[in-house]
């Protein structure tokens, strides 16, 4: 693995300073989070543009495009955040009330938000008016007579853990999937189920490696005391350290529904997807759609690199989530006397989930177009075309209308 802590140090260094002029010179005009959402991710895809370092990723090798990523959530959310705060309160849904701030923070406050030590490399990305309550020990790291704060040491080390773990995984699967099999002649001389059953080996295998990233990094935001996000319901109450959980491995690979994965994987920038793009699409007194859905999807394409598999995957991503809903609404939509029915279908849409999202992922692997479209046909693009059969089905066999609280959970 190779890193160029020069050039990253360089890039980085110039980043800052660059976005919190960028910050300051907006915070006076109107509509700034959106000015601010337009330039910062402009100058990240400039970057992904000249460094074009998705070959070295592949191979292990890491530059400054990580970190940028992570930086230009923070100082869009930031604006958007400030930008909230001289919006009607009314106006605003829970989570920008929560969030919104009333005045710009000062720049040791913005330097230090930005370049988070636990967080700076690869996520998660928290947001800013969490990290102040931290720093002035307000919110729920206000000292309280009830004792000292609750120490972060078995939870942190829990993580590392599981991070050791997870990295062990990582190298004992790498060099059994290649993922340049896909292109070799033997490859294409398989049976289709061999081929797919490869296909969710090398995805099964790449994730490991995120699990072990994201771990470490929750590990360190722990220890700080940052991770803390207050206490249970139980009695006694216990201590929760979710603020930095980026992914919950079982959740993952063992969903139920494509629709749950948002909630599992990379948890931190789906949530700041959901608050900073998919919910502020949807016009008031109207109802989500496809179109928030796969706007938000692409956004993440982006935000992730101009290659080809990455648009490819996250396209296919929001078919996958569409076509889940499907299922689950005429699961919804049966009676109690059905349950077996029911369970069957929730075993369908688990399967459904376990075929698409791995099938699919070999584009967010590979890459290149031409290697994205050997993978996804040796297949026979099932990834494409069995959720855009399960949307045209939903549309000719309607479910009855479900129950309040299934549609609210979904």
Same mark, same amino acid.
């Given at each position: ?8 140090? #360089? ?14 010179? /907006?915070?006076?005009? &109107? ?36 970190? !940028? ?18 919006? @009607?309160?009314?106006? /605003? ?25 636990? =967080? ?29 704060? &609750? ?16 990295? %062990? ?9 290649? !993922? ?22 090398? %995805? ?24 803390? =996000? ?27 529904? #494509? ?31 496809? *179109? ?34 499907? !299922? ?22 688990? /399967? ?15 890459? #290149? *177009? ?7 046909? #040796? ?10 059969? /399960?949307?045209? !089905? ?10 309040? @609280? ?5």
């Amino acid at each position: 693995m190779e890193f160029d802590l020069g050039a990253m140090a #360089s890039v980085i260094g110039v980043s800052v300073p660059v976005l919190r002029f960028l910050l300051c010179f /907006l915070a006076t005009v &109107p509509r700034c989070g959106l000015v601010t959402f337009v330039l910062a991710m402009g100058y990240l895809i400039g970057c992904h543009v000249y460094y074009m370092s998705g070959d070295a990723w592949k191979e292990g090798g890491i530059d400054s495009t990580g970190a !940028l990523m992570v930086l230009t959530l923070k100082v869009i959310s930031c604006a958007i955040n400030y930008n909230d705060g001289i919006l @009607k309160e009314e106006d /605003l849904r829970d989570a920008q009330k929560k969030n919104r701030l009333l005045k710009l923070p000062s720049i040791t406050e913005y330097f230090g938000y930005c370049l988070c030590c636990g =967080s700076h490399f690869a996520g998660p990305v928290f947001e800013i008016k969490d990290y102040l309550d931290w720093t002035e020990n307000k919110g729920i790291w206000t000292p309280s007579d009830k004792g000292r704060s &609750p120490s972060p040491y078995w939870p942190a080390l829990r993580a590392i853990l599981q991070g050791a773990i997870c990295m %062990g995984l990582y190298l004992y699967l790498v060099p059994q999937y290649p !993922l340049t099999r896909f292109t070799e002649p033997i490859y294409q001389e398989w049976s289709f189920w061999k081929r797919i059953s490869y296909q969710y080996m090398a %995805g099964f295998t790449a994730r490991w490696k995120y699990y072990f990233i994201w771990s470490i990094s929750e590990s360190s935001i722990i220890i700080s005391g940052l991770g803390f =996000s207050g206490w249970t319901n139980s009695s006694p109450p216990k201590p929760r350290w979710d603020r930095a959980k980026n992914v919950d491995i079982l959740g993952v690979e063992f969903a139920t529904s #494509s629709v749950q994965l948002p909630l599992v994987w990379n948890i931190q920038v789906s949530t700041w997807l959901r608050h900073y793009i998919y919910d502020r699409l949807v016009q008031k007194g109207k109802k989500p759609g496809f *179109f928030q859905l796969l706007a938000t999807q692409t956004v993440s394409a982006v935000w992730h690199g101009l290659y080809p598999g990455y648009m490819i995957f996250f396209v296919q991503s929001a078919l996958m989530i569409a076509g889940s809903r499907v !299922l689950y609404r005429w699961q919804q939509s049966l009676p109690p006397k059905m349950a077996m029915v029911k369970n069957i279908l929730v075993f369908i849409n688990f /399967l459904y989930t376990l075929m698409v999202l791995n099938c699919s992922a070999a584009g967010f692997m590979v890459l #290149s *177009f031409h290697e994205t479209l050997t993978a996804y046909k #040796s297949v026979y693009f099932i990834a494409t075309i069995v959720p855009i059969s /399960l949307i045209l !089905l939903g549309k000719i066999i309607k479910p009855a209308r479900p129950a309040r @609280k299934a549609r609210k959970e979904e």
